[in-house]
């Protein structure tokens, strides 16, 4: 699994990684020069340097072994670096050749591991120091073929410009830097809060460019058309809506206006249809133009639709037949009523007749029998106007059964 490196740490590790190369081909070309005996009496200076060269690498593949990278910038590291360039310096004579830009293109290098101004200058004030050391010690030993201070002076005058340029640069690099660091945290902070926003919309929500190239979605449409956010990411929006042949018009429209309004089917991985209500907008990101589509899923409510309209003509329907049924007892209760209604009458006048003694005179039982059955004619024709009463007025109530709407 691979380790991510920051850039600078990056640029270090290529630094030194070049170092090492250097500094092995520096100490082999050291070595064959002593082995043809071509230094003569410089041998052990150049076997010190070969071993110090050796010695550097030994503790930068170390570095690099452990994964310790930050001992690169270091002060162990530094030193080494300080004692190989004031060796070459010493060795390769200081007042006489231009060994004074190894200090020159150390303080480059070192703004590379250091981005302060303070800690460049600083070490171009010490490099000039040690250069001067290095000089004043050669002229003890060797002396010198000009005064100490004009030899001196212009190698301590480049250095210490060297130092104040670097650390100018480096300075306005690590505050560019910076600058952009905390550009990309505020990027990605808007990023973050753009996702969850995104995600915490109740409705699904996709974003694709010109190209119809889907470049966001949130969880929602994730869900919806049943595929993970990478799946989606890359796809075209069209292939997730159903073509009844106007969709070229529409996504034209589209283009045109910069906005659609309407109802569409879109279709999910598994092929399963859903009627949408679909708003896309328009918008401008980088110079370029996106389009943001919010759909609201009412394949549901369609389905209930449906199902209304079904229960509404069904409703209809049973209130026509309860309405027919309803007649058929009504005209069934009138035509008993009206049948019965002759006999009983001519029941209740003969009793009548009885009792009045038209037919003759009646015992105590035959009058008290007589009354009962009078009794009882009347109470039938009292539950027939009942009947035929309660008919009727349930007859209006059937015309106005419920339809599937509210009163």
Request: proline share 3%.
């Amino acid at each position: 699994m691979s380790t991510y490196v920051p850039p600078r740490m990056a640029l270090i590790l290529a630094v030194e990684r070049t170092a090492v190369i250097v500094r092995y081909v520096g100490a082999s070309i050291l070595l064959l020069l002593l082995v043809i005996g071509h230094l003569g009496e410089d041998a052990s200076g150049a076997l010190i340097m070969a071993g110090l060269g050796v010695a550097h690498n030994l503790f930068a593949h170390a570095v690099f072994w452990t994964g310790r990278h930050a001992h690169f910038m270091g002060p162990f590291n530094f030193c080494l670096y300080l004692g190989e360039i004031s060796l070459v310096t010493f060795l390769g004579g200081a007042g006489t050749g231009a060994a004074f830009t190894l200090y020159l293109l150390f303080i480059i290098g070192y703004s590379v591991h250091a981005r302060e101004f303070y800690r460049i200058a600083g070490t171009a004030a010490l490099c000039c120091g040690l250069y001067a050391g290095i000089m004043v010690l050669q002229w003890r030993l060797h002396g010198l073929s000009l005064p100490p201070g004009a030899v001196m002076l212009p190698p301590v005058f480049l250095i210490m410009s060297c130092g104040w340029l670097m650390g100018v640069i480096s300075d306005r690099f690590r505050i560019t830097e910076e600058e952009h660091l905390a550009r990309a945290q505020e990027i990605a902070s808007s990023e973050a809060t753009l996702r969850t926003i995104l995600d915490s919309a109740g409705d699904p929500i996709l974003v694709f460019d010109q190209h119809e190239l889907i470049t966001e979605a949130n969880d929602r449409a994730c869900a919806l058309l049943q595929l993970s956010r990478e799946e989606l990411l890359g796809s075209r929006v069209r292939g997730f809506i159903f073509d009844d042949g106007t969709l070229p018009v529409k996504f034209a429209t589209l283009r045109n206006k910069g906005e659609y309004k309407g109802e569409q089917l879109l279709i999910d991985a598994e092929g399963n249809e859903h009627t949408t209500r679909v708003v896309i907008r328009s918008f401008m990101k980088e110079q370029q133009r996106y389009y943001v589509l919010v759909g609201r899923d009412i394949t549901e409510e369609r389905r209930l639709q449906e199902t209304g309209r079904e229960t509404k003509a069904r409703l209809e329907q049973l209130n026509r037949e309860l309405e027919q049924v309803s007649n058929i007892k009504t005209e069934f209760l009138a035509t008993l009523s009206k049948r019965l209604r002759s006999p009983l009458a001519v029941i209740l006048g003969y009793t009548d007749m009885l009792l009045e003694g038209e037919l003759g005179d009646l015992t105590p039982e035959q009058h008290r029998a007589i009354q009962t059955c009078r009794r009882n004619v009347h109470r039938v024709l009292r539950l027939l106007d009942e009947a035929l009463e309660l008919g009727q007025r349930h007859t209006p109530a059937a015309k106005h059964a419920p339809t599937g709407e509210e009163p």
